[in-house]
Each structure stands twice: as structure tokens, then as C-alpha cells.
């Protein structure tokens, strides 16, 4: 393996992990054109993958996947014994469908068990390239290749960098962030203070006070007087 490949894979990787939350064991979905192709360039999957991706890896596929390669013949059987190796994922399609169709329904509602897509398939490439966060891996002359970021991929981090979009997930870990803090009753308790903050105008009060403060002072002034005067006599 080449060391400007792995450092190319690297720092593709550290793009995808620090943009859309991708972890170890990576997942990893493969058509039959992919298994096709590895198995033509004497390619190891399960032991090269993860070294290129430089982290753990669950291959994985689906039904239909395997179902379209059966349906194929003896011109992909060894690509159908090598996908019958991965772990199955269930899809949504209780009647097979072709294997990119499958592909591109497992990463809908913005890739949420953030797969990885493996295929020869250029159609289904195109079509994996319009979403933004999924990475893509094909064969390229005995070598397995991890895409550059799709410029769908690139405009959805400028987005998030200039604070204008806002993912589902973290919205969604906000709002329990909240309720778990009990930020969100203090934020009612704040409005509900300042609907009490009107009342009476102090002003008016003060002046009320000082009304008082001198129909009290009358009758001890008179009372003085009287006093005085009867010193007097």
C-alpha cells in the first residue's frame, strides 16, 4: 500500500469522522460489482480494508444484493460466494429489487447507520455523489480507492460552519440536552417573570406617601401650639 494512498485515505477519513460523526467498526455496504471486481484483481477484502481505512470494518450487504447475483449465473457465482461472507443487513423491499436500488435505500434519511458505499456501479456512484455524508469506495488497477468528498459533502460542512444548517441528529441532542438540564421549564420560568413584571407606577405611590406623611404632621404641629400657649397662661 502506498504511503501518499494511505495518507490520501487518512485524511478523507478524518473529513468524514470529524463532519458526519463516522465510528469504528465501520460500515461498510457491497454490491455484486464490487465483489466482482475484487474477486478478479485477487483483492482481500476483510484484510486489506481495514488497514487502507486505517479502523475497524463490518463488511456488510443486503438480500437483494445476493439475490441479484443468484439470479446472474455462473458468470458471478464466485462474486455471490464471496458477498454470502458479509454480514446481511435488513432492507425495507420484501420483494428483491436490483442491488443499487437496494443500495441507495439503505442510506436514505441522510445515511443514519452511516454506511460506506462499495461499487463499480457508475450509475449508482452518480446517484450516491447527490447525498451529501456517504463515502465511496472503488477498485482502480488491483487498489481499492476511497473517493474525495462529493461537492454535495463540501457545501453541507460550509453550511454547518456558517451556522445556516443544523442536522437532524443534533437538533434532536439538543432538545434532550435541554430537558435532561432543565433548561427548558427556566426558559418559562423567565417568561412568566416578565409577564409579572408590570404593576402600578412607583412614582404615583411616592407621592400618595408623602399625602400621608403630611395630614400626619397637621394635628401634631396644632397640638404644639396648644401647648406653648398654656405656658403661657
Not at 197 to 202: K, M
Amino acid at each position: 500500500m502506498g504511503v501518499t494512498r494511505q495518507k490520501h485515505a487518512k485524511k478523507i477519513m478524518g473529513f468524514y469522522k470529524h463532519n458526519f460523526q463516522f465510528r469504528e467498526p465501520f460500515q461498510v455496504l457491497l454490491d455484486g460489482t464490487f465483489c466482482q471486481a475484487a474477486l478478479r484483481n485477487k483483492i482481500q477484502i476483510r484484510e486489506q480494508l481495514p488497514g487502507y481505512l486505517d479502523g475497524a470494518a463490518q463488511l456488510c450487504t443486503t438480500r437483494c444484493v445476493i439475490k441479484e447475483l443468484e439470479s446472474l449465473g455462473k458468470a458471478l457465482y464466485g462474486a455471490k460466494l464471496i458477498a454470502q461472507r458479509f454480514q446481511v443487513r435488513n432492507c425495507s423491499h420484501k420483494n428483491p429489487v436490483s442491488g443499487s436500488t437496494c443500495l441507495l435505500s439503505m442510506i436514505e434519511d441522510g445515511n443514519p447507520h452511516h454506511f460506506f458505499i462499495a461499487t463499480q456501479d457508475q450509475d449508482l456512484s452518480n446517484k450516491v455523489k447527490r447525498k451529501p455524508g456517504i463515502p465511496l469506495l472503488f477498485i482502480i488497477q488491483n487498489t481499492m480507492v476511497l473517493d474525495k468528498p462529493s461537492p454535495k459533502s463540501l457545501a453541507f460542512v460550509q453550511k454547518l460552519q456558517t451556522n445556516q444548517l443544523v442536522p437532524e441528529y443534533q437538533k434532536q441532542s439538543i432538545v434532550e440536552l435541554k430537558e435532561k438540564e432543565g433548561l427548558v421549564k427556566q426558559e418559562g420560568e423567565k417568561r412568566r417573570k416578565r409577564k409579572r413584571a408590570g404593576g402600578p407606577n412607583p412614582l404615583s405611590c411616592l407621592k400618595k406617601k408623602k399625602k400621608k406623611t403630611q395630614e400626619g404632621q397637621e394635628p401634631s404641629a396644632e397640638k404644639k401650639k396648644r401647648r406653648k400657649r398654656k405656658r403661657n397662661r
